[in-house]
């Protein structure tokens, strides 16, 4: 039995939604192990592989999977956050797969593998993708659970613990965990507002990585398998025939299980040049597994309009579309035009609103010039409110800036402390010619901030959508009552209370 009650030996039968299994074709050649302290590997495909181990046991609740690639410097810092997990070593094994990693990434797994008898690693050659080595993984973990992480992000020390705790007392099939920013990376964070048992396919959809915790059964007896060749979206097609056939997917938001990093080397793999035919076959193939198995046809099209919202429209947002040339810009309309042919036409166009049904009728009819137009809208949205004026007063300064968001309205002006991160909130009033006014508080900021703030508008009530307030280099600086409010070297509004504490 596991170790709450519903492992994998317990006489409970757990019941999944039928859906067709997935073929996979073979590879192309035989593999060689090492012998090792663990069972047989099955039979890979078309590379030598090595492994090295500690020696297992029964009961293990989740394998965690990490395919690692030249992922060196910040391996050692995910796998000392493994080592260190407050989870009982017996209930977890963590499985890297060293795709010919080039750097030494390889020899540090070793090392790892070594000290631990819960890790183990696999050798193999280079494959030029991550799902090889999280196949590999698959197919030799132990665990009830498989839990897929990247070798350049990091867990929380109570992460595994809480998660098949939760896990294996909900009886949940898939679990998708909060996760943070590491390194300026950007996250769904309204995802993770509040745990949710019951997600349903609509929210979950929503998050396509495979950073989830996932029933390794569902896996193995749909033949789910991640795309082993360069092709963008191959952990959003596995994961989305996971959630088609998962009973209970859930969302666990009460500690930050995991943080996703932004590498400083920019080698993360989503942020690489994507090409348009390729990441609409993608799309196209996870927009025609939600059709084959959301029985409803009007809630299967709803999901693939909300995924086209998504995925799709995204790439004709201001910088990104207009980035691509005139032959880029075309792939990317006559690719998305046949998949609405195909999932979404021309009667479903109600499922858009506002300017994604612009965009979407303008997709289908070819209109370039209008989607260009559209790009360099939101564009000149998108533009840092700038300062226009900054007046000393006796208790403060006031402040007149222009917003340029034409899709929003601003709130109000927020001061966020430098070190803290606390944000105080100033009302903004409305003046002619479209600008806002705000009156500062000297006193008021100097008990607010410790020693620096930077001045943002917020464009909701609960300050999470922020603009930070452009300064140009011709308005003066200002000093009120030993608070100076000046440009930053980057060009922003910022006040210094240094000289008021």
């Known amino acids: 039995m596991g170790l709450f ?17 997935v073929e996979v074709a073979p590879s192309s050649a035989a593999v060689s192990v090492a012998e090792s302290a663990v069972p047989a590997l099955p039979e890979f495909s078309a590379q030598a592989v090595t492994e090295t181990a500690g020696a297992g046991a029964d009961g293990c609740v989740i394998s965690v999977i990490i395919p690692v690639y030249n992922t060196m410097p910040y391996l050692t810092e995910l796998l000392n956050s493994l080592e260190g997990q407050d989870m009982d070593k017996d209930r977890f094994e963590v499985i890297a797969v060293n795709d010919g990693s080039t750097d030494y990434s390889g020899e540090i797994l070793d090392v790892y593998a070594k000290r631990n008898a819960n890790f183990r690693v696999v050798h193999q050659e280079n494959s030029g993708w991550p799902g090889k080595p999280r196949n590999v993984g698959v197919d030799i973990a132990r665990g009830d659970y498989v839990f897929f992480c990247d070798g350049d992000d990091v867990l929380g020390r109570e992460a595994l613990r809480r998660m098949a705790e939760y896990a294996q007392r909900h009886d949940v099939d898939i679990l998708i965990p909060k996760m943070v920013g590491l390194g300026g990376r950007k996250v769904m964070s309204g995802l993770y507002r509040a745990t949710r048992l019951d997600t349903p396919l609509e929210v979950a959809l929503r998050s396509l990585n495979p950073i989830k915790l996932i029933r390794r059964s569902i896996m193995i007896e749909q033949g789910i398998r991640f795309k082993e060749e360069p092709v963008r979206l191959e952990d959003g097609m596995a994961v989305t025939e996971a959630y088609m056939a998962a009973g209970r997917i859930s969302i666990l938001s009460d500690y930050d299980y995991y943080q996703a990093r932004s590498r400083s080397d920019g080698q993360n793999i989503s942020i690489r040049l994507i090409e348009p035919l ?3 076959g993608s799309l196209s193939e996870i927009a025609r597994i939600v059709t084959e198995h959301v029985a409803d046809a009007e809630r299967a099209r ?28 075309g792939q990317w309309v006559a690719a998305h035009a ?3 042919e195909r999932f979404l036409p021309a009667e479903t166009t109600g499922l858009f609103e506002g300017v994604h049904r612009v965009r979407v009728d303008a997709i289908r009819a070819g209109r370039l010039d209008e989607l260009v137009q559209l790009a360099e809208a939101d564009l000149a949205s998108a533009r840092n409110p700038d300062l226009v004026t900054l007046d000393a007063t006796v208790s403060g300064a006031q402040l007149q800036i222009r917003s340029y968001a034409t899709d929003r309205t601003a709130h109000d002006l927020v001061v966020e402390d430098r070190d803290t991160g606390q944000k105080t909130g100033i009302p903004l009033v409305a003046g002619h010619g479209g600008l806002l006014h705000a009156e500062l508080d000297s006193a008021a900021l100097a008990a607010a901030l ?52």
């Open 5 to 21: 009650g519903f492992g994998r030996n317990s006489s409970r039968a757990r019941e999944t939604k039928s859906m067709k299994p």
């Open 278 to 280: 390729g990441y609409v």
């Open 302 to 329: 709803a999901l693939v309009a909300a995924l086209f919202i998504r995925k799709g429209l995204r790439f004709y947002e201001g910088k990104r579309f207009l980035d691509y040339d005139d032959e880029g810009r």
């Open 338 to 340: 046949q998949l609405l």
């Open 450 to 501: 410790q020693r620096l703030g930077n001045v943002w508008l917020s464009y909701n009530a609960e300050a999470t959508d922020l603009r930070r307030v452009a300064m140009d280099g011709e308005i003066p600086s200002a000093d009120s009552n030993k608070v100076r409010y000046y440009r930053t070297a980057h060009g922003f509004l910022s006040i210094d209370v240094r000289k008021a504490v």
